[in-house]
T-cell receptor, first 112, second 116 residues
Framework: DAKTTQPPSMDCAEGRAANLPCNHS???????VYWYRQIHSQGPQYIIH???NNETNEMASLIITEDRKSSTLILPHATLRDTAVYYC?????????????FGTGTRLQVTL | NAGVTQTPKFQVLKTGQSMTLQCAQD?????MSWYRQDPGMGLRLIHY???????DQGEVPNGYNVSRSTTEDFPLRLLSAAPSQTSVYFC???????????????FGPGTRLTVL
């Protein structure tokens, strides 16, 4: 699976959009980009995933660059409950030993 | 649905003791896995299972055993606990396609284990 690079921490004011970047320059053509988050002391929570096209669901939007070497997770209206560590993961959708390789992620702090 | 449940929430062991961490899911997921998370680090895969009766090793399997007798349950056994196994343990489950986990893994709340 391709390696990802994320900033260690970011701040965002409540009500504003939080834009979390991720670099994955070695991504291959059939690897997906996944985002999970982990709120303090809880188990990780799936947010969104995509391959080439931008994706949106009730939680967030995922913007993937045309060359697929980077992506951005957007939380459109961040709240205090969005304070968490956000993990960007690149992996094949299927494989004989599929697993999630979590890096150290980005610690997002949402403030009043 | 209860989702993925784990027991106990907290556990303190002495070096050399054995114990079993329980994990259960009620979503009829085929794929289940165990991760450990150490301070300041991401999750590391210990063992996983693609269905009842089938298990395999992850990145850090030493010191842990698993079995999968039913679809619902995937216990993790520590045969002889060591201080290096002090960690937070997460169980996860998902649908599988051709033996591989699909898009969304559902995680349990975790078990916080301290080995003295």
């Amino acid at each position: 699976d391709a390696k990802t690079t994320q900033p260690p921490s970011m701040d965002c004011a409540e009500g504003r959009a939080a834009n979390l970047p991720c670099n994955h320059s070695t991504i291959s053509g059939n690897e997906y980009v996944y985002w999970y988050r982990q709120i303090h002391s809880q188990g990780p929570q799936y947010i969104i995933h995509g391959l080439k096209n931008n994706e949106t669901n009730e939680m967030a939007s995922l913007i993937i660059t045309e060359d697929r070497k980077s992506s951005t997770l957007i939380l459109p209206h961040a709240t205090l409950r969005d304070t968490a560590v956000y993990y960007c993961i690149v992996r094949f959708r299927t494989g004989t030993a599929s697993k999630l390789t979590f890096g150290t992620g980005t610690r997002l702090q949402v403030t009043l | 649905n209860a989702g993925v449940t784990q027991t106990p929430k907290f556990q303190v062991l002495k070096t050399g003791q054995s114990m079993t961490l329980q994990c259960a899911q009620d979503m009829n997921h085929e794929y289940m896995s165990w991760y450990r998370q150490d301070p300041g680090m991401g999750l590391r895969l210990i063992h996983y299972s693609v269905g009842a009766g089938i298990t395999d090793q992850g990145e850090v399997p030493n010191g842990y055993n698993v079995s999968r007798s039913t679809t619902e349950d995937f216990p993790l056994r520590l045969l002889s606990a060591a201080p290096s196994q002090t960690s937070v343990y997460f169980c996860a489950s998902s649908y599988s396609i051709r033996g591989a986990s699909t898009d969304t893994q559902y995680f349990g709340p975790g078990t916080r284990l301290t080995v003295l």
